[in-house]
């Protein structure tokens, strides 16, 4: 599936997050650079199909997470 209906499927309730992580890191996006952790927004001109991927461990690079346990600590 793309992207898009991934994330309709979660919004409605019958998606899987393993696919939808699968499909984001497959889609191309154009992420800004900023000076600290930044989250990625995706489809943001739809109200029903926008998402937001906070700056976390398996959606930023680890080194660039905010959770701890993308800096190698254990929740």
């Known amino acids: 599936m793309e992207l898009t209906v991934e994330i309709a499927a979660i919004r409605d309730g019958s998606g899987d997050p393993a696919r939808l992580l699968g499909e984001f890191r497959r889609a191309v996006l154009l992420v800004p650079l900023a ?4 989250g990625v927004a995706v489809n943001v001109a739809d109200g029903d199909g926008s998402m937001f991927f906070p700056p976390v461990a ?5 080194a ?9 600590e254990v929740a």
């Open 64 to 72: 660039n997470a905010v959770d701890p346990v993308g800096r190698g």
């Open 35 to 38: 000076e600290g952790p930044a």
């Open 58 to 62: 398996g959606i930023v690079p680890d």
